[in-house]
């Protein structure tokens, strides 16, 4: 079983920049590959950025790439989202999600932070 919570969230103006961390309860994060997704009012939960168990191999929705970091300490069992150049459009419900190396899904999900970008 793993526990996630993510905080970090809040209101920024567009073109600014905010972190989001993820702690993770689990004694074995080294074994759980991690993701963030989001869902805006309305729409359905998308993937953002996703990491490998090792830290490697991170890969990007296009809408994001070159704007978002993601990045883990599996010493301190975290997981961070570093936003840059946000936009409007990046508004939404951040989601941290953790699935175990083999498995074909997500398994684990945090509660989620608000991420608010004004213009």
């Known amino acids: 079983q793993v526990q996630l919570v993510e905080s970090g969230g809040g209101l920024v103006q567009a073109a600014g920049s905010l972190r989001l961390s993820c702690a993770a309860s689990?004694?074995?994060?080294?074994?759980?590959?991690m993701g963030w997704f989001r869902q805006a009012p309305g729409k359905e939960r998308e993937f953002v950025a996703a990491i490998s168990r090792s830290g490697g191999s991170p890969n990007y929705a296009g809408s994001v790439e070159g704007r978002f970091t993601i990045s883990r300490d599996n010493a301190k069992n975290m997981v961070y989202l570093q936003m840059n150049s946000l936009k409007p459009e990046d508004t939404a419900v951040y989601y941290c999600?953790?699935?175990?190396?083999?498995?074909?899904?997500?398994?684990?999900w945090g509660q989620g932070t608000q991420v608010t970008v004004s213009s």
């Open positions: 999600a953790a699935r175990m190396f083999f498995s074909p899904k997500y398994d684990y």
């Open positions: 689990a004694r074995t994060f080294s074994r759980y590959d």
